[in-house]
């Protein structure tokens, strides 16, 4: 298979209400990637899951997530991923066929596919370090070999277990699993 065919999965974990993992479908969208990309937004919250399948978002927050969308330089508006109706913004169904929602508890429950990119962004903080260490080796067992692994800004991989990852991005906690 040519490598421009395989198909992509992308897992959103502690996706919360889904704007994440909506941002990513957006950005494989007009990288052409989408249609060969299946994402997976968990949480361990289901009243958030269930808001994150809606994908209605308050209008207001939507004007902020606009001008952020517009600093990126792209030729689009995110109002093409959206309808507006009153005071609420509906994602898109052809952004959603592609998306699941689902629960999962990083941490009690295990590997569940293989991803070529896992983005946990904000959640490993409020673990304690042998939390943080199962959920990083969770991690690290679901990422295909060279797997981006995506973290928050105030989240970093300790010294054990950098040397299972190459750095791709300081600044931005970007990962890449190594083989």
Do not use: P
């Amino acid at each position: 298979m040519c490598i421009r065919d395989r198909r992509i999965k992308v897992w959103n974990a502690g996706c919360s209400t889904g704007e994440e993992l909506y941002s990513f479908a957006i950005l494989f969208a007009e990288e052409q990637l989408y249609d060969r990309t299946f994402f997976y937004g968990t949480d361990i919250n289901s009243e958030v899951l269930d808001f994150a399948k809606d994908g209605i978002y308050d209008l207001k927050k939507m004007k902020l997530y606009s001008e952020n969308y517009l600093k990126t330089g792209t030729s689009h508006t995110l109002s093409d991923y959206y309808t507006a109706k009153y005071d609420a913004a509906s994602i898109r169904h052809s952004l959603k066929k592609n998306i699941l929602f689902s629960a999962h508890n990083l941490a009690s429950d295990g590997v569940f596919n293989e991803f070529q990119v896992i983005s946990c962004r904000n959640v490993l903080i409020y673990f304690n370090t042998d939390l943080q260490k199962k959920v990083i080796d969770l991690f690290y067992n679901s990422l295909a070999n060279f797997g981006f692994l995506c973290l928050g800004s105030k989240e970093t991989l300790r010294s054990t277990e950098i040397g299972r990852f190459k750095v791709v991005d300081k600044k931005n906690n970007i990962y890449q699993k190594t083989a």
